[in-house]
């Protein structure tokens, strides 16, 4: 908003950056325009001839919206994902896989100050290019916090979202997000999410990408039921124990 001049008129104009100004000669006209993430100045300037403008500056600075499955995030190592949203919850569409790859051998993450990954490839090898994603002891996971280590919990328990590995403003999901995100793609059949049948009857095949043998990704047989229609696409990590690869 400028000031209503006492004499003279007053406009609005770009100054710098883009922007567009509805009605220039209204002291609270409005801006339309504006880029999704910049800065645009604009000057309120009094003229009355023949003493020398007046001008004040209006200095918008925006930021671009997140919007859960168009935006995309980057882990600290710039690393990108597509992002699903399932139900009323932003998830992650890809695998994880942010850190230093490290050889798969018993103990091989330690609590270093550094993110470190196991990564296998569909052959059951260590691949630093971790096609499938990262795999992280539990320690690892949580990064460390309240003295958790890969074979014993945090004391005090946690309270409340743990970023851990996660990218900056993202949580390690909790049993309970899961048990929700399971009973929007398998429309609640199962609201306790107990283990029984594996929390429902096509959760998983709900969740996995469709599968592209020859090529990645591909699961094991059987795979029935991989439609990936909730848009997960989770990829065929397997597990990593005692130093070897198993399952995809």
């Known amino acids: 908003a400028g000031n209503t001049p006492s004499v ?58 997140f919007t859960c499955g168009t935006s995309t995030v980057n882990d600290v190592d710039g690393n990108t994902y597509n992002t699903v949203l399932i139900g009323a919850q932003c998830w992650l569409r890809e695998n994880l896989k942010t850190g230093t790859y490290v050889p798969v051998v018993t103990g091989g993450q330690t609590n270093n100050a550094v993110i470190q990954k196991y990564c296998q490839n569909l052959s059951g090898v260590n691949d630093a290019t971790c096609p499938l994603g990262g795999l992280y002891e539990w320690g690892e996971a949580v990064q460390y916090l309240n003295g958790a280590s890969n074979t014993t919990s945090p004391t005090p328990a946690f309270s409340g979202n743990v970023q851990g590995v996660c990218p900056t403003g993202w949580h390690l999901p909790t049993d309970a997000e899961w048990c929700t995100m399971e009973n929007t793609v398998e429309a609640g059949t199962d609201p306790g999410c107990s283990l029984t049948g594996w929390r429902g009857t096509n959760t998983g095949g709900n969740m996995k990408v469709t599968p592209i043998c020859g090529s990645l990704p591909c699961w094991n047989t059987p795979n029935t039921g991989a439609t990936n229609s909730s848009g997960f696409t989770a990829l065929p990590g397997g597990a990593s124990w005692a130093g070897a690869f198993y399952n995809a």
Do not use: E, H, K
């Not at 100054?15 to 309120?44: E, H, K, N, Q």
């Open 8 to 65: 003279g008129t007053g406009l609005w104009t770009v100054f710098s950056g883009t922007a567009t100004i509805t009605t220039p000669s209204s002291p609270t006209s409005g801006v339309t325009g504006l880029v999704a993430a910049g800065t645009a100045t604009l000057r309120w300037t009094i003229s009355n001839s023949p003493c020398s403008p007046t001008f004040d500056d209006v200095i918008i600075t925006t930021t671009a919206c």
